[in-house]
């Protein structure tokens, strides 16, 4: 909502000191929040002055008709002499009243006005358009004014009124009231305890007869409608300047004079209101819910479905408007309109939510409507329609006009005086709670400790006494609740929160770069991980109401974040990229629907239960994805690039601070590469338990995300690796010096190394401190299909120096245990 703040003064008696930001600042604190304070015409410098057209020449001999003016402009010249100013327009006469700028002055936007020669003639300033004062849109000629709107040479800023403060706020959905001038006021007031002039406040005369005929089909979708009729309505009739001017610095832009004047209304009280070209209504007016099938041209030219959820005004032809959303082409008001019939209704706020949202048009109406409007406003709003309509169209309004209502019950809340202060932890005086809330319009009753309060019908927002302690809060300053100091100890991170973090900390010290990615995915990003069709991450929760409808399912795999995130990267020339995420993934646990819990009571056991089955699993996991090099290239030496082995590193680092060691074995897992996949074991309470998987991508994977070639990832559940977590002992360290044994094993290409090394750990026995790979070698000294693999043995006792003779007997049972499990022979 825009708010312009001499539009504002009209109705609120606000000191003359008080800036617009100062306002702003204000009502933010009090929960209105003012986004920007926007200072139109700030940059506008004269002299820019009313001129009367003396003389017209018209220039031929160019491509488009071009007008040689002298314009009487005063002494704003500083010679009286008739101005001399060349202009394209042709809307405007000689004796015209104009604005004209001059030269030394500045329009908005830096548009710094000179004297120059063009076509062939001397101009000295510039006749001036609508768009370029700033005032509206309006690109068909210059501003013409109306006789005794100002005097020639006389400053043109003020009277204009180009220059002013407007607010925009930002207006939640639950402070409706706040989108017309009449509830910002009204807070304004309330703030600066001065006197509020509502606009609604007119005489409103009982009709004296039926009017248009009418009426509400089901109460539940309406319940008050109201036709004001004005006859003799001049169609051609132009909208005044200062109307204009408002509606643009409140974001409205002007149409017509029957348009903009139920815009104006909209904007001062809240309503909305529809104009109706009276003679193509066919019979009575009806608010129903439309039939199934029903179509309706909008103003939009869009032919549109109507569902039996929207309300509909319609009359004996069909339905002319979606109620509360947008009216019909067919009953549109035109420029032979003269009989204007007006339009006020107080429609029930979810159906016109729904048909917003469901049509997709959303319009100023809609937001009102579904934020909720004031269900007394109506018979004031079209009165003060149809009198704009007689005093500036030359309209008669007819007095007869009718009233259709249903009224609904009075609501009446039941509070503790000291409820206010109790949500807040503040002991607020004696009678505040009651001053506040009559304030705002509240009728308030008070029986000892007890307030039975009537919110007034502009607040449809305020339910239960939490609301109405909300009002007593925000006006007496949340800026005003103390800081407190929580009084209990705090209990810290839990094992689980600290070992996530950890996690998290290791991989960034490793060279990763956290990314947090939407937890939403699409069919075709599981078809681009190339998953069969009975892959059990294809089995998803899918969303009832999606944000993008091409990805309505929760993900089941962190992999397809991770690898948009990759390719979004690299296509912004970032090509060496390691990226991790930690987070859930969400499995489908097929137990039923939830319950919907009741807000009155706790839930039960069994409510909870069938709450807990219907969740889906949701474990939390760590994806890795590298591309690129790994290691740059520099003065130590060439680099190298990112591949399978790294991704597996960086599983196994992710274990290790756990404390849990990774077992390694060859796999085939899309969207891995079969031939470059590993899957990642944990033991269990003894037993093995998968955790994960690594590798290098997919090649067709790889295509699908737009990855660069042989990208290399991880994926790894850290429940599970968790759950692996034993005691942690704190490691003996031994004085004693160490004794290294190197040994080359000659085995078959396809004995994995990571099995080799469990087997001379397993045979090295107590005296092994540690077996570390460095080297591999295939070529013809070992033979076709053959590989030699060698280790460092590091053997160290605890309370002795180790002999010979010691080391070399563990080495001898670590080479016996490697020949026994994998006929691994030493090389010679």
Not at 395 to 401: G, K, L, P
Not at 468 to 482: C, D, K, M, S
Not at 735 to 752: F, G, I, K, N, W
Not at 812 to 824: C, F, I, L, Y
């Amino acid at each position: 909502m825009r708010v312009p703040m001499t539009w504002l003064r009209e109705y609120v008696d606000l000191p003359a000191d008080v800036t617009a930001r100062e306002l702003a600042s204000r009502l933010t604190l009090a929960g209105l929040e003012v986004e920007t304070v926007e200072a139109l015409g700030a940059d506008l410098q004269g002299p820019l002055v009313f001129g009367r057209v003396l003389e017209i020449e018209e220039l031929t001999g160019f491509k488009k008709p071009i007008r040689f003016c002298r314009v009487d402009v005063g002494d704003a010249n500083g010679t009286g002499e008739p101005q001399e100013i060349v202009c394209g327009a042709r809307n405007f006469s000689v004796g015209d009243l104009i604005v004209a700028v001059l030269p030394g002055a500045e329009l908005p936007g830096g548009f710094e006005i000179g004297a120059r020669k063009t076509y062939g003639r001397m101009s000295a300033g510039m006749i001036c358009s609508a768009t370029e004062l700033g005032l509206w849109e309006d690109h068909t000629g210059i501003v013409v004014l109306p006789e005794g709107f100002g005097e020639p040479g006389q400053d043109a800023i003020g009277p204009l009124g180009l220059r002013e403060d407007v607010l925009d706020i930002a207006v939640t959905p639950d402070r409706g009231y706040a989108l017309s001038m009449r509830g910002v006021a009204r807070d304004a007031a309330t703030l600066y305890g001065v006197d509020m002039h509502d606009p609604a406040e007119i005489a409103v005369a009982e009709p004296t007869g039926e009017g248009h005929p009418a009426r509400i089909e089901d109460p539940a979708l309406a319940d008050r409608l109201v036709l004001r009729g004005a006859n003799g309505f001049d169609p051609e009739a132009p909208t005044p300047l200062w109307m204009k001017r408002r509606l643009h610095q409140s974001g409205v832009r002007p149409v017509s004079l029957a348009v903009d004047v139920t815009n104006y209304v909209m904007l001062e009280l809240g309503q909305p209101l529809h104009a109706w070209d009276r003679d193509r209504l066919q019979g009575t007016v009806t608010v129903r819910a439309a039939a199934a099938g029903e179509k309706l041209e909008t103003l939009d030219h869009v032919q549109r479905s109507l569902d039996t959820d929207d309300i509909v005004i319609a009359d004996e032809a069909g339905a002319q408007a979606v109620a509360g959303v947008m009216g019909g082409l067919d009953t549109e008001i035109g420029l032979a309109s003269t009989a204007v019939l007006v339009e006020a209704a107080h429609f029930d706020q979810m159906h016109i939510a729904r048909a917003s949202r469901r049509h997709q048009l959303s319009s100023e109406a809609s937001r009102r409507f579904e934020r909720g409007v004031d269900s007394a406003v109506q018979a004031a709003a079209a009165t003060r329609a149809v009198e704009l309509l007689a005093e500036l169209g030359g309209a008669s309004v007819e007095s007869a006009y009718t009233h259709v209502t249903h009224p609904s019950a009075d609501r009446t809340i039941t509070m503790r005086v000291t409820h206010p202060g109790s949500v807040a932890g503040v002991e607020y005086p004696e009678g505040t709670t009651e001053k506040h809330l009559r304030a705002i319009g509240c009728a308030v009753a008070r029986d000892g400790e007890t307030l039975s309060v009537s919110p007034p019908t502009w607040r449809p927002d305020l339910t239960d006494p939490n609301d109405l302690a909300e009002e007593v809060i925000r006006f007496e300053g949340y800026e005003n609740i103390p800081a407190v100091r929580l009084s209990g100890p705090g209990r810290g991170l839990t094992d689980s929160q600290r070992l996530r973090r950890a996690f998290g900390r290791m991989l960034a010290d490793t060279g990763h770069t956290e990314v947090l990615s939407y937890p939403f995915v699409g069919e075709r990003d599981l078809d681009g991980l190339q998953l069969g069709a009975e892959d059990p991450r294809r089995d998803s929760v899918r969303l009832a109401n999606p944000l993008n409808d091409e990805e309505p399912l929760l993900r089941t795999t962190l992999l397809p974040g991770l690898f948009k995130t990759l390719a979004r990267n690299v296509s912004r020339g970032l090509n060496d990229v390691a990226l991790f995420e930690t987070g859930l993934v969400y499995l489908p646990s097929h137990g039923g629907n939830a319950p919907v819990l009741p807000v009155d009571r706790g839930p039960s056991a069994g409510e909870l239960e069938r709450v807990d089955a219907a969740l889906p699993h949701q474990p939390r996991r760590v994806g890795v994805v590298l591309a690129g090099r790994a290691e740059r290239d520099g003065w130590w030496g060439q680099g190298r690039e990112a591949g399978w082995a790294d991704a597996i590193q960086s599983a196994r680092d992710v274990a290790r601070v756990a404390g849990v060691g990774l077992e390694v074995e060859a796999a085939g897992h899309t969207p891995w590469h079969p031939g470059r996949c590993a899957a990642l074991y944990v033991r269990v309470e003894g037993e093995r338990v998968l955790a994960g998987h690594a590798g290098e991508l997919h090649p067709r994977a790889i295509q699908a995300f737009g990855l660069p070639a042989r990208t290399a990832a991880a994926e790894i559940d850290l429940d599970v690796v968790e759950s692996a977590r034993a005691e942690v002992r704190a490691p003996e360290i031994s004085t004693y010096p160490v004794a290294t044994q190197d040994v080359a094993l000659v085995v078959d290409e396809s004995v994995p190394v990571g099995v080799l090394s469990d087997a001379l750990a397993e045979g090295a026995g107590d005296l092994l401190e540690s077996v570390r790979l460095f080297d591999v070698y295939t070529g013809e000294q070992v033979g076709e299909g053959r590989k030699s693999v060698a280790f460092a043995l590091r053997f160290r006792a605890p309370d002795r120096t180790l002999t010979a003779e010691e080391a070399g007997a563990a080495r001898d049972a670590a080479v016996s245990s490697a020949a026994e499990r994998t006929g691994a022979s030493l090389r010679g």
